[in-house]
């Protein structure tokens, strides 16, 4: 499957880099959630897991590297994601594992939407039958 991939906008000189987002402008999305994983001690534990069915999301590394699994219910990739200035949209319907996290990996997820429970589909049979209905 075809990864969305984004360059952040970065500012390099001799002091630095400085990256930037704005809302709205730099991304197809209004964010209204941010959040963050960090602390991953080991190399096979799994985050996320899921997908959701209506949120859209902006994951990037601003700190170490991790991976990410992608998978639409009929194939999947996986993204290593290692640098501050790359971002990888995730679009609704899309099914997500996080694995292989340095130990200082800091993932900065943006999202469009606020939290809902009922907006997690946790399983992935139910995910697969979800979206073989739409294909
Ligand atoms: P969880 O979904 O298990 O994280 P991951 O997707 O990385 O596996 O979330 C961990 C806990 O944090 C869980 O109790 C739900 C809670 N949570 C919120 O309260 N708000 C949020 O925006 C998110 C992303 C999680």
């Known amino acids: ?10 500012h390099t000189d001799s002091r630095g880099c400085l ?3 704005e809302n709205n402008k730099d991304i197809p999305f209004d964010i209204k959630r941010i959040y963050y994983i960090y602390g991953v001690s ?11 069915k209506n949120l859209q ?4 590394s601003i700190a170490g590297s991790f991976d990410i699994i992608v998978d639409n ?3 999947r990739t996986t993204c290593a994601l290692q640098k501050p200035m790359q971002a990888l949209h995730i679009s609704p ?6 694995t292989n996290f340095s130990t200082d990996a800091v ?4 999202a469009s939407e606020h939290y809902d429970i009922n907006d997690y589909i946790r399983d992935y049979d139910e995910f697969l039958k979800i979206t073989k209905a739409h294909h």
């Open 107 to 110: 993932c900065l997820v943006l």
């Open 57 to 60: 999301q902006l994951i990037i």
């Open 19 to 21: 990256s930037i987002i």
């Open 42 to 52: 080991q190399k096979n534990i799994v985050r996320g897991a899921h997908a959701h």
């Open 73 to 75: 219910g009929i194939n």
């Open 93 to 98: 319907m899309t099914w997500c594992e996080l």
């Open 1 to 10: 499957m075809k990864l969305n991939t984004l360059q952040i906008k970065t």
